[in-house]
Nanobody
Framework: VQLQASGGGLVQAGGSLRLSCAASGRTFSIYPMAWFRQAPGKEREFVATISSSGVNTVYADSVKGRFTISRDNAKNTVSLQMNSLKPEDTAVYYC?????????????????WGQGTQVTVSS
């Protein structure tokens, strides 16, 4: 599976962005997908994950109620809608997929990673 993230940019606090991740490979629809982020000098941080069917989702407490993860298996895409953005959301955002069971919040549980897209939120 190859992953290509896009949609990052510069936005003011309170604004919105929508990240997209395009996946190649016929097996996309069977894998849980997730978004992680990494700010300078910090460890990679879990943001959200979605099950292969798209029915189940898990969010980090820091983004719950503001971010929404979704997927379109027909188009091999996963998205992250980010609303009410805060300066602390500034990071490089990565989409990733796992060959393991849905629900992990640990980056080591994920096998395939995209190149990342920068999100910068100004105050």
């Amino acid at each position: 599976v190859q992953l290509q993230a896009s949609g990052g940019g510069l936005v003011q606090a309170g604004g919105s962005l929508r990240l997209s991740c395009a996946a190649s490979g016929r097996t996309f629809s069977i894998y849980p997908m997730a978004w992680f982020r990494q700010a300078p000098g910090k460890e990679r941080e879990f943001v959200a994950t979605i099950s292969s069917s798209g029915v189940n989702t898990v969010y980090a407490d820091s983004v719950k109620g503001r971010f929404t993860i979704s997927r379109d298996n027909a188009k091999n895409t996963v998205s992250l809608q980010m609303n009410s953005l805060k300066p602390e959301d500034t990071a490089v955002y990565y989409c990733t997929s796992s060959t393991r069971l849905f629900g992990s919040t640990m980056w080591r549980a994920y096998d395939y990673w995209g190149q990342g897209t920068q999100v910068t939120v100004s105050s």
